[in-house]
């Protein structure tokens, strides 16, 4: 079945040339031209991989930070006992326990958007995996949210910091922030995204790695970036 758009949507692709591969700063700006809805639209970073996720070797998985911000408010859980259960309320975390919050979350409760764990309480935590690890919620080595620095994690993820791991159609979808930053903050921002991405290309990967780059926000249409121009950016 073909998509049917709304007039908006027709009146900003037109603002779009099809063939055109657009400069990071000019997509930008662009992209702001082409927003017609009413709340503050979450800006996208697509990108098309050179790999076969189905390869272990082969697989993108790693964490961007966002300098700007993710520009929403991020719910952060810790599965920690003793004094870092006080480390991690201290640095601000939203919900911090043990047995009381595995329990919650075995009731069906996940009302939390990261959840960090210390190493020495993954022996429980791991039951957990089959509630958390489809929504990505599950405690990683990868992601770096199993670990004993639990101030500097939780602060990093509360300023805004985004796992990306690739489908297994070798494409990536990373929140970049949202439209209503200004030009240099999302600039900020993708660059940190497309840089964590370069950085994590894994060692089976061969020949041309990021095919393709497209910028978007929620309903907008889509912008096709100049890979060149694209992976020059940094951080």
Known sequence: MT????????????????DKLYEPKEAISLLKKLNYVKFDPTVEIHMKLGVD???????????????????????????????????????????????DLIKQIEGDWLGFDVAI?????????????????????????????????????????KAGRVEFKVDRTSL?????????????ALLNNISSVID??????PSGAKGSYVKSVVLTSTMSPSIRLDVQSALALKP
């Open 3 to 18: 998509t049917k758009h709304g007039k908006k949507y027709q009146d900003a692709i037109k603002l779009v040339e099809p």
């Open 53 to 99: 996720p189905r390869h272990a070797d082969q697989m993108v998985r790693g964490v961007a930070s966002l300098p700007a911000g993710s520009g929403k408010e991020i719910k952060v859980l810790v599965f920690a006992q003793g004094e870092k259960a006080n480390e991690a309320e201290a640095a601000g975390a939203d919900f911090v326990g043990l047995d």
């Open 117 to 157: 764990a210390t190493p020495d309480v993954m022996g429980k935590v791991g039951r957990l995996g089959r509630k958390l690890g489809p929504r990505g919620l599950m405690p990683s080595p990868k992601a770096g949210t199993i670990t004993f620095d639990l101030a500097k994690t939780i602060l990093e993820v």
């Open 172 to 184: 990536l979808h990373i929140p970049a922030g949202k439209l209503s930053f200004s030009e240099d």
């Open 196 to 201: 964590a991405v370069v950085r994590a290309r």
